[in-house]
Nanobody
Framework: QVQLVESGGGLVQAGGSLRLSCAASGRTINRYSMGWFRQAPGKEREFVAAIGWSGGSTYYADSVKGRFTISRDNAKNTVYLEMNSLKPEDTAVYYC????????????????WGQGTQVTVSS
């Protein structure tokens, strides 16, 4: 079992930045694909970014490409999401996810999920 705990969310003005962290426990995540998803009120959960086992492969949703950066520190068992140039439409609960499949997983069919952290961007 992998337990995931997100942190770093909060309230920020449009154009600002936040850095989300996802700390994993239970197992080392060096052989887990990791992803970030988000869910806004009244909307379905959507893919944001994903990263492969070693961090060499990443993939982003078009809506965040060029503004968000996903990274991982396997030694710290932690995954990050650096969010810049934030927009009000980025407001959502952000979830971290882990899966043992190799490669970059963009579907929401991850095996393990965190509880989420709220990101609110004011205009």
């Amino acid at each position: 079992q992998v337990q995931l705990v997100e942190s770093g969310g909060g309230l920020v003005q449009a154009g600002g930045s936040l850095r989300l962290s996802c700390a994993a426990s239970g197992r080392t995540i060096n052989r887990y694909s990791m992803g970030w998803f988000r869910q806004a009120p009244g909307k379905e959960r959507e893919f944001v970014a994903a990263i492969g086992w070693s961090g060499g492969s990443t993939y982003y949703a078009d809506s965040v490409k060029g503004r968000f950066t996903i990274s991982r520190d396997n030694a710290k068992n932690t995954v990050y999401l650096e969010m810049n140039s934030l927009k009000p439409e980025d407001t959502a609960v952000y979830y971290c996810a882990a899966d043992s499949r190799y490669g970059v997983v963009v579907s929401p069919s991850y095996a393990y999920w965190g509880q989420g952290t709220q990101v609110t961007v004011s205009s």
